[in-house]
């Protein structure tokens, strides 16, 4: 499935769900359910900090193609990483680059993309864009 | 407990009030603004909202150097407002009111000018276990461009200053305390005369980040003897941009100018300059005109309410809180001083704060969560932040009870 395929997917889903409260009981059974970084790798190194949440991220290449995990110490913002790794993750470094997110906006979670010093999401997204665009370099 | 009808009965027509503040009637997700967020900056009440566009359509043009009418005018109206917030701080002059862009600005104006004259290489100035980054970073940065030290006076788990533990800190090498009156994180007051007190009994002078105090507490600079007092304009229901440094005549005086410009001049020559007098000496540049006449409208507002009547119907939102909040399983009130200011600041636990305050937020509800740019306080708590409703005379019981029930809806969906 391609970048944007799996980003229309998301919306789709999104869109059988009613109000804020669905939305956002959806998003935490997302964070719940996103497959942790490895214990190893959550370090400093790897802590991207918000302004309030923390979102720990590793990158590991295979196959020609980056594979993201990660972990926040916030619920929803675990639940809006566990998107962005579902969009992203599995697919080749050039298409990391270029892809545009515009999911997050599209399902109605702009909020959390525009306020960029609180949940540290913006820079996940950037640091994600770097670790690809460093492993394209290379390729 | 604090019954709800003994609030209603109070001589405090909440109801009135709030129809001064037009953005109190706004909808956020359809449902009624609960705006609890007033400790990082309050809302404006017509006068304030009105004085703004009367500034505009009558008075709008740079004050202090023109001869024609309307400059006249305009300089008559900043140095009214001047007047104004000297006296709602019982200052011995107006010209010990400074205008600045607000209490950050103000710090950073005694931590450069009172630094360049008076701290040298092994001097020491002492800070609270409690401050916010805006009294703490500016004293760093100056005890490392002067080799001096910064002290900490710690705090108990209560939020609490430990007294003891500061006057042990006050020596002969402490050049300056600067403490916050009020902690924007905890609702802690601080005994405020107490600190100037012993600081004055070893010749310290004493710096109060008045930010959190000002809206809240009568204030009253002679009483309390204080040499320096600094707070923003848009937390007292006034603009944004805008804020005071009060500073004693004898020490501002003996302080150089914090920036070089227009206005802070008597005469420049390419040899010399001749600085101008209090307080201009520390205005150079056009000012924020419109927001320092402004602030004085917001004074006349609080006037009008009288700020013990806020302080008092606050202290019942205050106790209404907190007796309300500690009902619920799981919620930690953060900062519980004897002696507080209107805010409670709260963890749950197993969540995180900022996942209550976007829950919180859809349902109307403005909360502050995080560190509250108090992040070694937080440390000291060993937690990441906290969700702050910070309260003030235009919010009610009904709000509160709001909070509750968002609050439980936030556990209800995060566990």
């Given at each position: 499935m391609t970048i944007n395929e799996t980003q229309d997917e998301l919306i789709n889903d999104f869109s059988?769900?009613?109000d804020w409260m669905e939305k956002y009981e959806y998003i935490i059974q997302l964070g719940k359910e996103l497959p942790l970084i490895n214990e190893q790798y959550k370090t400093e190194e790897n802590l991207i900090k918000g302004c309030q949440s923390k979102v720990w991220l590793h990158a590991e290449f295979k196959d020609g193609n980056v594979f993201f995990t990660a972990d926040s110490d916030a619920i929803i913002t675990k639940g809006l990483v566990s998107m962005v790794i579902r969009v992203?993750?599995?697919?080749?470094p050039a298409e990391i680059v270029q892809s545009d997110l515009y999911f997050v906006d599209e399902i109605g979670l702009k909020e959390h993309l525009s306020?960029?010093?609180?949940?540290?999401l913006v820079s996940m997204i950037k640091q994600m864009k770097l670790y690809a665009l460093a492993l394209q370099s290379k390729t | 407990m604090l019954a709800q009808d003994t609030i209603l009965k109070s001589t405090f027509d909440v109801a009135k009030i709030r129809q001064?503040?037009?953005?109190?009637?706004t909808k956020v997700f359809g449902k009624p603004l609960i705006y609890f967020d007033n400790a990082a900056s309050s809302q404006k009440p017509w006068k304030v909202i009105k004085a703004i566009e009367d500034y505009y359509t009558s008075l709008n043009s740079n004050v202090?150097?023109?001869?024609h009418y309307l400059s006249q005018k305009a300089t008559d109206a900043f140095e009214e407002s001047r007047k104004k917030i000297a006296a709602f701080i019982n200052a011995?002059?107006?010209?010990e009111v400074i205008f600045t862009r607000g209490t950050t600005e103000s710090i950073n104006l005694v931590a450069s000018s009172f630094g360049k004259a008076f701290i040298q290489q092994g001097d020491e100035i002492i800070i609270s276990a409690m401050e916010h980054h805006s009294n703490i970073v500016p004293w760093q940065m100056l005890c490392e461009e002067k080799g001096a030290s910064l002290k900490v006076a710690p705090i108990n788990e209560k939020g609490e200053l430990l007294m003891a533990e500061f006057k042990a800190l006050?020596?002969?090498?402490?050049k300056l305390v600067a403490i916050t009156y009020?902690?924007?994180?905890?609702g802690t007051v601080n005994p405020a005369k107490e600190i100037i007190s012993c600081a004055h009994n070893r010749n310290i002078p004493v710096l109060l980040d008045a930010a959190q105090a000002i809206q809240h507490l009568p204030i009253d600079v002679q009483e309390l003897d204080v040499d320096f007092m600094a707070f923003s304009g848009h937390k007292m229901y006034g603009p944004t941009g805008i804020g005071v440094l009060y500073g004693k005549e004898k020490w501002l005086d003996k302080m150089p100018p914090y920036q070089g410009g227009g206005?802070?001049?008597?005469t420049v020559t390419f040899e010399k300059t001749i600085y101008n007098d209090l307080p201009f000496?520390?205005?150079?540049?056009?000012?924020?005109i419109e927001a320092s006449i402004c602030l004085g409208a917001a004074v006349d507002y609080i006037n009008e309410i009288g700020l013990q009547n806020i302080h008092e119907y606050e202290q019942q939102l205050l106790q209404y809180a907190t007796e309300q909040l500690l009902n619920i399983e799981g919620l930690k009130i953060v900062g519980m001083a004897n002696n507080k200011a209107s805010l409670v600041s709260f963890t749950i636990d197993k969540l995180h704060p900022y996942d209550v305050g976007v829950i919180l937020d859809k349902q109307g509800i403005a909360v502050r969560t995080g560190h509250h740019c108090t992040q070694p306080l937080m440390d000291f708590y060993c937690i990441p932040g906290t969700a702050r409703a910070s309260f003030a005379f235009y919010n009610t019981t009904e709000e509160i009870d709001a909070l509750v029930v968002g609050v439980k809806k936030a556990i209800e969906m995060l566990s």
């Open positions: 059988f769900l009613g992203l993750s599995g697919h080749a306020v960029t010093r609180s949940n540290g | 001064d503040f037009p953005i109190l009637s202090h150097r023109g001869v011995a002059h107006d010209h006050l020596n002969d090498k402490v009020c902690s924007n994180s905890l206005e802070m001049i008597k000496k520390f205005e150079a540049g056009t000012p924020n």
